[in-house]
Every structure is written in C-alpha cells, then in structure tokens.
C-alpha cells in the first residue's frame, strides 16, 4: 500500500509506540478469500458530487469520495468473479414492523428512507449484483451481526476476507474487527472504501493496520485475484 493517510496525523511520540509495540505487521491472505462490498446503497454513496452539496438530497451520503470507491470496487468485482472467488454484497435495510432502527435513529434521519423497497437502500448501478452473488441484508454495523454470514464463509471453506463499501469508520471497521475475531484473514482496501469524514477515515484505517487486518491498494488485490485465477485455490 502505497499511500498512508494517517502519516501526517501522527506525532513523533506516536510514531515511536507504532515501531516499538511492532504494530502493523502483515499477516497475509490466504488462497481462498470472499469479496465483501459493504453498504454501496444510495443512500450511503449518494450523489458524484463534492459532500456538501449532494447531503440535502443523500444527508448519509459519502460523495464524490465514495463514488471513487465505487470506481475501484467496480474494477475488483469482476476481477474475483474472474478468479471463482465469492463476491458477497451487504445491504443495510430495514423492515415496516422494526420499531427500532440503530442508525438512522441516532443520526435523526428519516426512518422511511432506510425501508427495503425504498430506492435509496438499492445498490448503486454499475456494482449490481449477479444471480451467483450473495446479497445479505443487515440492521445492524457489522456484516456478521444477526446475519448468516459465517455460516456462509464456513461453508465455503473461505480463509481470507476482503472488504470494501462503506462506511470506513462503521460497516466497514466493523465488519473487518468481526473477521478477524472469527478466525479469518481480513484485508481492507484504503482505495476501496470510504467515509463522510476524512479524520475518520484516517484513523480508522490506522487503527485497522495496527492490529485487525492488511491493508492492500485495488491494484495489490487486482494481482493477487489474478494470481488465485492462474492457479488451484
């Protein structure tokens, strides 16, 4: 991964705790990973436009930011169906008879909006799911909470998760901490995901490289899926 954007972040006192506690090791994949695309609803992605101006409209929506995301996770999509590799899509969705819905709730959003048949819990064009993907639907941060995700990785006898969406410091945080405390490798990949807030987005991936996952740039995954389709997973 070539770009850190924490670096300018840290004081030299922190710098030091990172070197000396030997944090951000690499741990590596495995050869049978899953593709996880996390949240790239409308109403998480929204508009291609600067943030500010697309949140009357998508007010949890991630921009032009999260629409460059979208860019690199259209381009590993096809390449892990290219390398028999599961993709998975998570979509965060509500139901008419749930009285109670975590996110919208404390952000004060409109609850309606978040409905299942709503347009804006769809995912974005271009990242549509095929009839041999997986779409899990979830309430909840992580992609494995009350959701039959492990069974799902267990099954196939997946190692190694790869994660993108949004959002960085939530879904995404979330669901990559929640890999690696079932036993899977997870990767995260900084180009591949996003958030509303960049201090956020930054830290997060700090705290991810530290101690939970890998964190591979979409080209480093592209050749790695390149190398698991030349050979037996």
């Not at 990785?153 to 945080?173: A, F, K, Y």
Request: hydrophobic share 45%; with cysteine; charged share 25%.
């Amino acid at each position: 991964m070539s770009a850190r954007p924490w670096e300018a972040l840290l004081s030299a006192e922190e710098r030091a705790v990172i070197e000396g506690g030997r944090y951000g090791q690499t741990r590596g994949l495995g050869r049978a990973p899953a593709l996880l695309v996390i949240d790239c609803q409308w109403n998480y992605i929204g508009e291609d436009a600067p943030i500010t101006e697309q949140q009357a409209r998508w007010p949890a929506g991630g921009g032009a930011r999260a629409w460059e995301a979208v860019r690199t996770i259209e381009r590993l999509v096809p390449a892990a169906r290219a390398a028999g590799v599961p993709v998975i899509y998570t979509r965060n969705v509500q139901k008419r008879t749930t009285r109670f819905d975590m996110v919208s709730q404390k952000a004060g959003w409109d609850h309606t909006r978040t409905l299942d048949e709503d347009a804006g819990s769809q995912i974005v064009p271009g990242l549509a799911p095929h009839a041999d993907d997986i779409v899990l639907d979830k309430a909840y941060a992580s992609a494995f909470w009350a959701t039959p995700l492990l069974t799902y990785l267990v099954n196939m006898r997946v190692d190694s998760v790869i994660v993108t969406g949004v959002s960085t410091s939530g879904c995404v945080r979330a669901t990559a901490v929640d890999a690696a405390s079932h036993g899977f490798r997870p990767a995260v990949v900084p180009d591949a995901v996003a958030d509303r807030i960049q201090l956020s987005h930054a830290a997060t991936l700090l705290d991810l490289w530290m101690k939970y996952a890998d964190l591979l740039d979409g080209h480093e995954i592209e050749r790695y899926l390149a190398d698991l389709g030349g050979g037996e997973r």
